[in-house]
């Protein structure tokens, strides 16, 4: 069956640290991924959409991997800031199918002072 | 409006009670999808709607759900004869669209709590 992982339900780390978020999915051929961040009671907001044939994509401190070898997406927060502190979601779609995304369920991220 | 706009907020009824949950998308943006969340939990997607084309309902749980969207606008998500099991949050979300989906992050409103009691 088809399924999308996200790494441990939660993650903490130090204010100004990396922060690496992963996806991986298995029996999917997505054409394109995309990360949401959700903060408690409001929707998920839409940061970064990469697509098959791309390696990374960057947004200001945001970067985003794609493997479709590995069948994973690593997405990375550089210089970490409290405000990052949110739940993050990876959502894939598939290849010639005008359908919905699939979301994972998400990683709580934390990022202590 | 500035984004999607959903109504209402929250929501408590009782179980076996109908309930009606209304969606105001981006204008402009012609895919609209209800998605579902339960608490702790991911998006589970319910519908989607694109243009005039027939929805795609694979989402729907039973038969207790259904949706509607007048043209290219506002849509609503009924529940019927409610059970507790539906308690969730309901969100709906939009998107501009073409023969390439994925390339399209959707907007999302912020929601309507229900809660079946």
């Known amino acids: 069956s088809q399924k999308i992982e996200q790494n441990s339900e939660a993650l903490n780390i130090q204010e100004g640290k990396t922060a690496t978020l992963t996806c991986n999915y298995t029996n999917y051929s997505p054409a394109y991924l995309q990360w949401y961040r959700q903060d408690p009671g409001r929707g998920p907001v839409f940061l970064l959409l990469?697509?098959?044939?791309?390696k990374e994509k960057r947004k200001e401190r945001l970067k985003v991997t794609f493997d479709t070898t590995l069948k994973q997406s690593l997405f990375h927060i550089t210089a970490s800031q409290p405000a990052d502190s949110a739940t993050y979601l990876c959502a894939l779609s598939i290849s010639g199918s005008a359908r919905q995304l699939t979301f994972g369920s998400g990683t709580q991220l934390t990022v202590l002072p | 409006g500035a984004g999607v706009s959903q109504s209402p907020s929250n929501k408590v009824t009782e179980k076996g009670k109908d309930v009606e949950l209304r969606c105001d998308p981006i204008s402009g943006h012609t895919a609209l999808y209800w998605y579902r969340q339960r608490l702790g939990q991911g998006l589970e997607f319910l519908i989607y709607?694109?243009?005039?084309?027939?929805?795609?309902k694979s989402g729907l749980p039973s038969d207790r759900f259904s949706a509607e969207r007048t043209g290219e606008s506002v849509s609503t998500l009924t529940i019927q004869r409610t059970q507790q099991e539906d308690s969730a949050v309901y969100l709906c979300?939009?998107?501009?669209?073409?023969?390439?989906?994925?390339?399209?992050?959707?907007?999302f409103g912020s929601g309507t709590r229900l809660t079946v009691v």
């Open positions: 990469i697509r098959e044939n791309e």
């Open positions: 709607f694109q243009g005039n084309s027939a929805p795609d």
């Open positions: 979300a939009s998107s501009l669209s073409g023969s390439r989906q994925g390339t399209y992050g959707y907007t």
